[in-house]
């Protein structure tokens, strides 16, 4: 088993950075932060490899965010910015023994509780 706990939500302006952070219990080669809105079904944000060589974005969130990740801490990162009213949701992070970097849910065996975002505009 794997615990993840993220960190780092909160509420801010459109325009604005947020950095979250979430750590691992132990190794996990595939990392990725998926988000939901209310109303809405979880969707895919973004994965990253245990190297780092693999890495996707979703395309409304392609050059504002940035996943990166701290091996020596089993911690995985998303570095927010130019923070829009659409990108509130509740953040959740992911990990998978694979090293597909796979951007679907189900391709995730583990789940963090997720940390709450809201831009106000």
């Known amino acids: 088993q794997v615990q993840l706990v993220e960190s780092g939500g909160g509420l801010v302006q459109a325009g604005d950075s947020l950095t979250l952070s979430c750590a691992a219990s132990r190794r996990t080669n595939t990392m990725a932060w998926f988000r939901q809105a209310p109303g809405k079904e979880r969707e895919f944000v973004c994965t990253i490899s245990w190297s780092g060589s693999i890495i996707h974005y979703q395309d409304s969130v392609e050059g504002r965010f940035t996943i990166s990740r701290d091996n020596a801490k089993n911690t995985v990162y998303l570095q927010m910015n130019s923070l829009k009213p659409e990108d509130t949701a509740v953040y959740y992070c992911?990990?998978?023994?694979?090293?597909?970097?796979?951007?679907?849910?189900?391709?995730?065996?583990?789940w963090g509780q997720g940390t709450q975002v809201t831009v106000s505009s």
């Open positions: 992911a990990a998978d023994q694979t090293n597909v970097a796979a951007t679907t849910s189900r391709s995730y065996v583990y």
